[in-house]
């Protein structure tokens, strides 16, 4: 590998030469190409102090600092890829760090993480955009030159192509829930493309049965195993969802049978928080265990192709888009961000309508026309 060297002069404060150096290069280019933008550095003063922290020490700090910013379970997922890079990057100089030791310890990652298990491409990319950010707000804050990070290649990862069911499978699993004490918690995964988690955290003050509609709040998610209620995922989750007449009946029913397993119980019912799905007593379900529910339920069905509950908001979507409502009501209805992120996750329904729209306005153009 190549490295280079600076001698900078004596700093005037404490008569001591600056001297600065960096190591760890694949070529002299590569050397030559980071020496001259020290040199700028130095000559436009916004060169670094020296510093002997390790990656290891400033992503502590980091995790630390970004913690009252984040979602908990966007912070354990940071904490998750802090763990398995620091463990291949650790103690190297955090102002040493370079797009080269970065890519090596990926594809060291691919073949043994911090748990003695090969990493799978989305997770080392998912290490690569915690470690990106993390350096980023380094080289904001003036500790490194710049973001080594910004330069390394993460590994090619390919979405998986979406799982979903058609109407009538979709149908044949609603059949099946039916008189099931959650049957409503999956009605509303599979008739308004709620996540998981907002159907668990949804509350009855958030829901308006005689108006017809529901808002979204709050999510209820799990971190270590452990329940948190949080903020939905993005500003733009927190919305208002249509019922359409089915959905508000079997929610009207399930009130109902809530009400009489409160009076069962007694006062050990746990009161708050007030949601509308529960345990027996009170308590909150485990969204966890509703997964393995649906799973152990999709196959007592005969059915599969769905890894989780997260496939019924994707056949959701999938089923409106093909009925032609419009993407732009879809993405408000599953709460993306813009309506990009549904014309992408939701691609593969884009050819048909492709092939649908040709022949609508061909016949509206050629219809009318007499032979």
Known sequence: TWAYWIDAGRDLATDRRIQHTRSGFATKAAAESAMREALRGFENGTAVRASPTTLAGYLEGWLANVRPNLRPTTWAGYRRDVANITDKLGKVRMQDLTPLQIETAYAQLLMKGRAGRPLSPKSVKNIHTALRRALGDAERLGLIVRNPARLAKPPTYHRPEIETWTADELGGFLDHMQGDRLFAAYMLLATTGMRRGEVFGLRWSDVKLNAGWLSIEQTLTTVDSKLILGATKTARSRRRIALDAETITVLRDHKRRQAEERLTVGPDWQREPDLVFRELDGRPLHPDWFTKEFKRQARAAGLTGLRGPHGLRHTWATLALQAGIHPKVVSERLGHSTISIT?????????????????????????????
């Open 343 to 371: 014309l992408d996750t939701y691609s593969h329904v884009m050819p048909g309508m492709d092939v649908e729209a040709a022949n609508v306005v061909a016949a509206k153009i050629f219809g009318g026309r007499s032979a």
